[in-house]
């Protein structure tokens, strides 16, 4: 298996693969549409994308809707479902294959789905997997320098996400990203959120470290998460700006996001009776750190050690892991880098490259363990009371990819298991 891997990836490397591919990419997305008679026709699909905060966007609103007594579904990263049922995501993949896709949403048709909430990524548009999909409401969260192992430049990662925007009748969009007007411009209609710019504006903002409570000014409605982090805000903000253009009340706006408790892999807290904090989260981009790891530090303060482990994937952008080693560095008091999903690539070599970017932060301590497990046991290890410990990059997925292929992962039950373990001890 690992022989056809790096096969595969020394073919997607040659020059102009992608594009030489894009017209069967289009031509499976037309028959798998074509083939399960356009199942979202009739459904009001709102498209969630960006480079950070989907998932948990997706599900703010997806609970929302459900709360308010909705027949809706969701597809995402993390899980896919209606508000009957909620089945867990286990590939590698945000938006799913055509035929996968439209199978599923085929299902919801049959369940009685009237909403539906996609998280769609920028190989998803590029590719054309969501032909067929009517988007009446484009939501854009963030831009940040992702996948340009893919689209080899961050213009066209950018245009490929605006395409979303492009197929929808309204666009909500985040007016503190710098590339806000790239989106707008796509969009006849659309309204604008953020915290120091927007239409919908967060004010009286309050961090805490079991959510974040604040107030929109131009509707004048509370909104309270039960999921911390700043980037919380942006999530919860552009979820109550669905709210609030498909008719739902303030009290239904602001019961729907609080009522959501968590999402798996996303800023998941493990407490197995230990003295200290455990978080295990999805982040794997340098936006992403800076955000996470900054809330972080200023939650904990300076007194308090801040332990984080992560890696970097193979295969995937390699200008990105200096980036996340600077940016770890300088939060971080102790930094354990490890494997994700390395796929066929030296492990070491990427261990190396994260490296050099955190010793020129000025990293206080660098440990490189290749195996994972051993990287969380020594991690787990080093915690003293009051520490906070940040294992990030895998969050909710079920597999880790090696060089011989997939193997069975979830970190969370990994995490619990060690930690219960020593408990006992």
Same mark, same amino acid.
């Given at each position: 298996?690992?022989?056809?891997?790096?096969?595969k990836a020394r073919i997607s490397k040659l020059p102009g693969y992608n594009r030489v591919v894009l017209p069967y990419h289009h031509v499976k997305a037309w028959h798998? *549409?074509? /083939?399960?008679? %356009?199942?979202?026709?009739?459904?009001?699909?709102?498209?969630?994308?960006?480079? #950070?905060?989907?998932?948990?966007?997706?599900?703010?609103? =997806?609970?929302?809707?459900?709360?308010?007594?909705?027949?809706?579904?969701?597809?995402?990263?993390?899980?896919?479902?209606?508000?009957?049922?909620?089945?867990?995501? !286990?590939?590698?993949?945000?938006?799913? @294959?055509?035929?996968?896709? #439209?199978?599923?949403?085929?299902?919801?048709?049959?369940?009685?789905?009237?909403?539906?909430?996609?998280?769609?990524?920028?190989?998803?548009?590029?590719?054309?997997?969501?032909?067929?999909?009517?988007?009446?409401?484009?939501?854009?969260? #963030?831009?940040?320098?992702?996948?340009?192992? %893919?689209?080899?430049? =961050?213009?066209?990662?950018?245009?490929?996400?605006?395409?979303?925007?492009?197929?929808?009748? =309204?666009?909500?969009?985040?007016?503190?990203?710098?590339?806000?007007? #790239?989106?707008?411009?796509?969009?006849?209609?659309?309204?604008?959120?953020?915290?120091?710019?927007?239409?919908?504006?967060?004010? @009286?903002?309050?961090?805490?470290?079991?959510?974040?409570?604040?107030?929109?000014?131009?509707?004048?409605?509370?909104?309270? !998460?039960?999921?911390?982090?700043?980037?919380?805000? %942006?999530?919860?903000?552009? *979820?109550?700006?669905?709210?609030? %253009?498909?008719?739902?009340?303030?009290?239904?706006?602001?019961? &729907?996001?609080?009522?959501?408790?968590?999402?798996?892999?996303?800023?998941?807290r493990i407490d197995e009776g230990q003295k200290f904090e455990v978080i295990v989260d999805y982040a794997h981009t340098p936006d992403s750190f800076e955000k996470l790891?900054?809330?972080?530090?200023?939650?904990?303060?300076?007194?308090?050690?801040?332990?984080?482990?992560?890696?970097?994937? &193979?295969?995937?952008?390699?200008?990105?892991?200096?980036?996340?080693?600077?940016?770890?560095?300088?939060?971080?008091?102790?930094?354990?880098?490890?494997?994700?999903?390395?796929?066929?690539?030296?492990?070491? /070599?990427?261990?190396?490259?994260?490296?050099?970017?955190?010793?020129?932060?000025?990293?206080?301590?660098?440990?490189?363990?290749?195996?994972?497990?051993?990287?969380?046991?020594?991690?787990?290890?080093?915690?003293?009371?009051?520490?906070?410990?940040?294992?990030? &990059?895998?969050?909710?997925?079920? !597999?880790?990819?090696?060089?011989?292929?997939?193997? *069975?992962?979830?970190?969370?039950?990994?995490?619990?298991?060690?930690? /219960?373990?020593?408990?006992?001890?």
């Amino acid at each position: 298996m690992g022989q056809s891997m790096s096969l595969k990836a020394r073919i997607s490397k040659l020059p102009g693969y992608n594009r030489v591919v894009l017209p069967y990419h289009h031509v499976k997305a037309w028959h798998a *549409a074509s /083939k399960n008679d %356009y199942p979202a026709a009739g459904m009001r699909v709102i498209g969630v994308t960006g480079t #950070n905060g989907k998932s948990t966007t997706s599900f703010m609103i =997806f609970h929302m809707l459900k709360e308010a007594g909705y027949k809706v579904g969701l597809m995402t990263t993390v899980a896919y479902g209606t508000w009957q049922k909620i089945h867990d995501e !286990t590939m590698h993949m945000t938006t799913t @294959s055509p035929g996968l896709l #439209n199978k599923r949403i085929s299902d919801m048709r049959e369940a009685g789905v009237e909403y539906l909430v996609l998280e769609v990524t920028s190989h998803a548009l590029a590719q054309g997997r969501v032909f067929g999909v009517p988007i009446e409401v484009a939501v854009m969260t #963030n831009l940040t320098h992702e996948h340009l192992d %893919y689209h080899r430049t =961050f213009e066209r990662y950018r245009e490929a996400k605006t395409r979303l925007f492009s197929k929808a009748d =309204f666009g909500i969009i985040n007016a503190d990203d710098a590339h806000a007007a #790239n989106f707008a411009v796509f969009t006849k209609k659309h309204i604008t959120y953020g915290i120091k710019n927007g239409k919908l504006r967060a004010e @009286s903002v309050k961090l805490g470290t079991n959510g974040v409570e604040y107030v929109i000014s131009d509707i004048n409605l509370k909104i309270t !998460t039960q999921i911390p982090g700043e980037f919380n805000v %942006y999530n919860s903000l552009a *979820a109550a700006a669905v709210g609030q %253009y498909l008719g739902l009340s303030k009290t239904q706006i602001r019961h &729907g996001i609080a009522s959501l408790k968590g999402v798996e892999g996303r800023m998941a807290r493990i407490d197995e009776g230990q003295k200290f904090e455990v978080i295990v989260d999805y982040a794997h981009t340098p936006d992403s750190f800076e955000k996470l790891l900054g809330d972080m530090r200023r939650t904990i303060g300076k007194k308090r050690r801040l332990l984080v482990m992560f890696g970097s994937a &193979g295969r995937r952008d390699e200008a990105k892991r200096a980036a996340q080693g600077a940016i770890a560095g300088k939060y971080a008091d102790v930094l354990v880098l490890t494997e994700e999903d390395d796929r066929d690539v030296d492990g070491n /070599k990427i261990l190396n490259q994260i490296e050099a970017g955190a010793k020129k932060a000025g990293a206080k301590k660098i440990v490189k363990i290749l195996n994972r497990k051993k990287a969380i046991e020594f991690i787990l290890d080093q915690a003293k009371k009051d520490d906070a410990v940040m294992l990030l &990059g895998k969050g909710h997925e079920k !597999t880790i990819e090696r060089a011989d292929g997939e193997h *069975a992962w979830d970190e969370i039950k990994i995490v619990r298991g060690i930690l /219960k373990s020593r408990k006992k001890k």
